[in-house]
């Protein structure tokens, strides 16, 4: 069974940082290409970042280019999302999630608030 659990939300000021943390199991991490999504208050999922396998190939959606960075360790099965320079438009809960030959899978998510 594909597990995703995410971790490291929390409440933040405006121009703060977090570091989002997504451990898998219940498949070969290595072989699959890991992505962030979130969900705001009100409307619907939107795609942040991906990571290829490898960890070489990363893609960002344009509102957080610059800003975020995501990363990966194959050794602890682990996903990261580096958040800087958070604004409040940034408040959403967090999702990793993945396509494997199981399917698709997203993790319970993460909230980060960032409010003055």
């Known amino acids: 069974e594909v597990q995703l659990v995410e971790s490291g939300g929390g409440l933040v000021q405006p121009g703060e940082s977090l570091r989002l943390s997504c451990a898998a199991s219940?498949?070969?991490?290595?072989?699959?290409?890991m992505s962030w999504v979130r969900q705001a208050p009100g409307k619907g999922l939107e795609w942040i970042s991906s990571?290829?396998?490898?960890?070489?190939?990363?893609t960002y959606a344009d509102s957080v280019k610059g800003r975020f960075a995501i990363s990966r360790d194959n050794a602890k099965n682990v996903v990261y999302l580096q958040m800087n320079s958070l604004k409040p438009e940034d408040t959403a809960i967090y999702y990793c999630?993945?396509?494997?030959?199981?399917?698709?899978?997203r993790g319970q998510g993460t909230q980060v608030t960032v409010s003055s």
């Open positions: 990571i290829g396998s490898g960890g070489v190939s990363k």
């Open positions: 999630n993945t396509t494997t030959q199981f399917g698709s899978s």
């Open positions: 219940g498949f070969i991490f290595g072989n699959f290409r």
